[in-house]
């Protein structure tokens, strides 16, 4: 049976902080099996990862992925009767922290092989003949979900990979092209979405396949270069005249989209987890080295402006530690964390952008300097820099901040039309041994401020109009939102963490202020804003009505079309794989 989830509760204006309470004893406590894994992978990390060498060859040796294979892990969260480890969830985001912190490369790696690769939808929508057949070479394969392609960025739609039935229905044949799919330049299998044009008896719609990347017609035409995330192995996928077997169709036609969602509640932990992981790391950083900068007589960190940084990384390290147990725990028994993953997410990727400026900025020019410089120098070499360009894509991928702020207005909406008239939110009685009367009163501050974005969704569900009109409004109610996720999960957190010490609590605290903080001029933006103004200057901009203003420089652009238009037909340059 599934529990209710949070965050669907949260946004109908019901603070249910009970179902965020864990179970009785240490909330970090795994079992055996899963800290000796643990264990063996962050010695595997310490002493054979190399991460100077990973970015500066942008690979990932063959002997540290062989070396992760060895280890199990490819397959944390394959169950043990098909050849996995049959470890938790919350073990699987911890080695994503490990890994990550180690090179973000090897986070990626496992994160788009076992979150949104193949073993999560085979696990989720796959018949157990296809599990049986396919999960025990996930084990030890490198697999790759191909959704993205040139003219698709978070409207799936648009997509124009097709897969054709033949007459028997035995097989589907699969033409198209597939760009930024991570791991599928070193991949042995591919999660491919394609669209099954609909006839006599059957759905069509977007579908799920499993392909061999070693089929005939399955060429990888470029593997792509970023600001960041350096070794990552993300390319171009050719798809020409690929004949798949009916079997290697994951669910029916057209539940295509269900699957990838569904797979991607997993997706939007990871990111959480690494997000966790760098916000640690920056904390260690911004502490060793304000204690050691000395300017002006004092160490860097008691001059009030770098202490108020360092506050922010310790609170914010805090409540990101505190969602990824709290709502891994609560996903590994079964709640639906659906829209809690999405709140996560959001709240991961827009908070650890400004962790990782915040650490740059603390170490100044060092900051901006390579680890390597600095080490040739004869200095530590703090890899501060390359934080800040490998986190900067968790604002884009997986969803946009942008569209992932609609995509959860949406479902909020329709959460709303569904949901009984005028919810309540629960008395404040109803938030069991949060530790101190401190943090009860943040979560009534919480629980008040659920209540307004509740009755201010209900109330959209109630209007008609142009959704677009109000992204801005409603991103701003669903910010607030995720900031009332990470501070009811702060303090359930803080409550079950080290009983008779009230450092936790006191992270808490802090953490809940400096929400409030952000979550009032949230509010306050909502209708004290320029959107109105910011709109129409858009509109003269995109009319080209204020060229003159982009005179006087030049564009070092190579020249190409916006988007490419994909060519169909077999690979015609030499593939780099």
Not at 529 to 548: C, F, P
Request: charged share 25%.
């Amino acid at each position: 049976m599934t529990t209710a989830g949070f965050g669907a509760e949260l946004f109908l204006g019901r603070l249910r902080t009970a179902l965020l309470t864990p179970p009785a004893g240490d909330p970090r406590r795994l079992t055996d099996a899963d800290e000796r894994f643990l264990a063996g992978l962050r010695e595997f990390c310490d002493k054979q990862v190399d991460s100077h060498l990973i970015e500066r060859e942008d690979r990932i040796p063959d002997d540290v992925v062989t070396g992760l294979r060895r280890l199990g892990a490819l397959a944390i969260r394959i169950p043990r009767e098909y050849g996995g480890l049959g470890l938790s969830g919350r073990c699987y985001l911890r080695a994503l922290m490990i890994v990550n912190s180690a090179h973000s490369s090897l986070g990626e790696l496992l994160a788009a092989h076992q979150a949104i690769g193949l073993p999560q939808p085979v696990l989720l929508a796959g018949t157990e003949e296809q599990k049986r057949a396919l999960l025990p070479r996930c084990a030890t394969e490198i697999s790759a979900f191909a959704l993205t392609e040139p003219d698709i960025g978070n409207d799936p739609f648009r997509m124009r990979t097709t897969a054709v039935p033949d007459a028997a229905g035995d097989t589907y044949t699969l033409n198209g092209v597939k760009s930024w799919t991570t791991n599928g330049t070193i991949a042995d299998l591919l999660v491919v979405m394609a669209m099954v044009p609909p006839g006599a008896g059957r759905p069509g719609g977007m579908t799920v396949f499993v392909v061999d990347a070693t089929a005939p017609g399955v060429t990888v035409a470029h593997r792509s270069s970023f600001l960041g995330l350096r070794g990552l192995e993300n390319g171009v996928i050719r798809l020409h005249d690929v004949v798949v077997p009916a079997d290697r169709r994951i669910g029916p036609e057209g539940a295509g989209l269900t699957v990838a969602l569904a797979a991607q509640e997993t997706g939007r932990l990871s990111l959480s987890s690494v997000s966790a992981g760098a916000a640690k790391w920056s904390l260690r950083i911004a502490r060793q080295w304000s204690n050691a900068r000395v300017q002006w007589g004092r160490p860097i960190g008691e001059h009030d402006a770098i202490a108020g940084k360092i506050a922010y990384l310790a609170a914010t390290a805090f409540a990101l530690e505190a969602m990824v147990e709290i709502t891994g725990g609560r996903a590994d028994r079964g709640a639906d964390t659906a829209l809690d993953a999405e709140l996560a997410k959001l709240f991961a990727a827009e908070h650890t952008w400004r962790v990782a400026d915040d650490l740059v900025q603390i170490r100044g020019g060092r900051g901006y300097e390579t680890a390597e410089s600095a080490a040739a120098r004869g200095e530590r070499g703090v890899p501060a820099e390359r934080l800040l360009r490998d986190v900067r894509i968790g604002r884009i991928f997986d969803g946009s901040t942008e569209a992932l702020r609609v995509f959860i207005a949406d479902a909020v909406v329709a959460l709303h039309r569904g949901a009984p008239p005028e919810p309540a939110a629960e008395p404040l009685t109803d938030h069991p041994g949060f530790a101190t009367d401190t943090l009860t009163g943040h979560l009534g501050f919480a629980a008040e401020t659920a209540g307004r974005v509740a009755a201010a969704f209900a109330e959209l569900a109630g209007q008609d109009g142009d959704p677009d009109t109000g992204q801005r409004t409603v991103g701003r109610l669903v910010d607030v939102a995720a900031e009332l996720y990470a501070m009811s999960t702060a303090c359930a957190y803080a409550a079950a963490l080290r009983p008779g010490d009230d450092t936790p609590a006191r992270l808490a605290d802090t953490f809940c202020r400096q929400a409030r903080t952000r979550i009032t001029a949230l509010l306050t933006s909502t209708t004290d804003n320029t959107d109105a103004e910011d709109r129409a200057l858009a509109r003269a901009v995109l009319a080209d009505g204020l060229t003159w203003l982009e005179e006087g420089v030049v564009d070092p652009s190579i020249d190409g079309p916006w988007i490419a238009e994909p060519a169909p037909g077999p690979q015609q340059r030499r593939s780099p794989r």
